[in-house]
């Protein structure tokens, strides 16, 4: 392998655990956020932060926008899916009381529904070996969060906003990657920030009268959630997405509970069962057969 190739795979590789280390920590900080503000609301907060965030790193840097109004349109339907649509159906969905364990087992669907459409519509060629891994990391996520779904707490309205949340995630993924190829990643961003607090703002004030209790805590979850992961994260996505297969890069998603398993153990002490344990090696193994290429 030359030296520019080993450096590439170097970078994405640390690009990949970035993302994944802070979408599985974004679960955390959401739920600690959603107890000083209802979603709508907490999210209209986030977006009106980033907008802040990124103006002046496009004014400065001189971000070129969207060359045409076609690619314009594309990156506004692209964030109102990636940002409005998913974050909030999963935000609603934890916020009506639905297990963590659950949210995270639907949402974990997305490599399998990524795989098919990708395989179906796209020209994505996937070997049996990585089916089986899809197949796989699905089955460990069930393992490590198995001690916390608890059907008892689904209702109807959790169970829309989670499965909502999965198609926004799906639809955003794979339309960024086939209508926004080329667009400038910080302006792009900005743009959907711009649209998605448009969007929300009314429903966080028609809704939910626009109640906020400020806390230090809220305001910090905010800030890890715009700069850690709507900013740096997604990007991250966007980055891999086109460099590499949509069904690889969506499938590092399995490795996302394994944070949160991890993050309460340093954090709150709770020592993961065996089950949990046979879990995460399961989906690590499903997702290196996924990821893994004869050409690296």
């Known amino acids: 392998m030359s030296a520019p190739a080993r450096t590439r795979g170097w970078f994405e590789t640390c690009l990949a655990w970035y993302f994944v280390s802070v979408w599985g920590s974004g679960f955390l900080a959401t739920k600690i956020g959603l107890q000083y503000a209802a979603p709508f609301t907490f999210l209209t907060l986030r977006f009106l932060f980033g907008i802040a965030c990124l103006l002046p790193i496009v004014w400065l840097t001189r971000a070129p926008w969207p060359a045409t109004r076609r690619d314009f349109i594309h990156v506004v339907v692209a964030g109102l899916l990636m940002h409005a649509v998913h974050l909030s159906g999963s935000h609603y969905s934890q916020y009506l009381g639905i297990s963590a364990g659950i949210v995270a087992v639907l949402l974990s669907v997305q490599p ?21 891994g899809i197949a796989l990391g699905f089955a460990g996520v069930l393992l490590i969060v198995w001690h916390k779904i608890d059907v008892r707490e689904i209702t109807l309205a959790s169970l829309f906003a989670v499965i909502v949340s999965l198609l926004g995630v799906t639809a955003g993924t794979l339309y960024t990657r086939v209508f926004c190829p080329r667009v400038d990643l910080r302006s792009s961003a900005l743009v959907q920030f711009i649209v998605t607090a448009a969007a929300l703002a009314p429903l966080a004030w028609v809704v939910e009268g626009f109640a906020v209790n400020w806390a230090w805590q809220m305001l910090a979850a905010i800030a890890f959630l715009v700069i850690g992961a709507s900013i740096f994260a997604v990007n991250a996505l966007h980055l891999l997405m086109r460099q590499g297969a949509a069904t690889r890069v969506t499938s590092l998603l399995y490795l996302t509970p394994i944070f949160a398993v991890v993050l309460e153990f340093l954090l709150f002490d709770i020592v993961p069962g065996t089950l949990s344990v046979a879990g995460i090696a399961v989906t690590c193994a499903g997702v290196a057969l996924v990821t893994w290429s004869r050409r690296h």
């Open 112 to 132: 399998v529904l990524t795989a098919l459409i990708a395989a179906r519509w796209m020209g994505e060629r996937l070997l049996p070996y990585q089916w089986f």
